[in-house]
């Protein structure tokens, strides 16, 4: 499973950035994809995730300004991010969780990450 984000850069407080992220490869079934980020010094944490059926759960400090959705048939993922603040500005990293094969377990795939840098 080979897991390809972009849409990072650089954007000013206030701003919004669409990062994306697909999945290509074997993949026999997938439970969820996720954004992670990680900001220089602290620990990887969770953003925002999305089920197959379209349920979603987000971090509650970017409930209301953040949206994921996906396009199951293409197997991407995105992230909107609205209302960028400086404090956010980290490499977001996509995962997927789900199974190669029918018979394998399910196991967490990452993707490269995508450098966002909110600044003025």
């Known amino acids: 499973v080979q897991l390809q984000a972009s849409g990072g850069g650089l954007v000013q407080p206030g701003g919004s950035l669409r ?10 079934s997938i439970n969820t994809m996720g954004w992670y980020r990680q900001a220089p010094g602290k620990q990887r944490e969770l953003v925002a995730s999305i089920t197959t059926a379209g349920s979603t759960n987000y971090a509650d400090s970017v409930k209301g300004r953040f949206t994921i959705f996906r396009d199951n048939a293409k197997n991407t993922m995105y992230l909107q991010m609205n209302s960028l ?9 996509c995962n997927l969780n789900g199974r190669r094969r029918s018979w394998d377990p399910s196991s967490d795939y990452w993707g490269q990450g995508t450098q966002v840098t909110v600044s003025s």
Do not use: D, M
């Open 85 to 93: 603040k400086s404090e956010e500005t980290a490499i977001y990293y």
């Open 19 to 28: 990062l994306s992220c697909t999945a290509s490869g074997s993949i026999f």
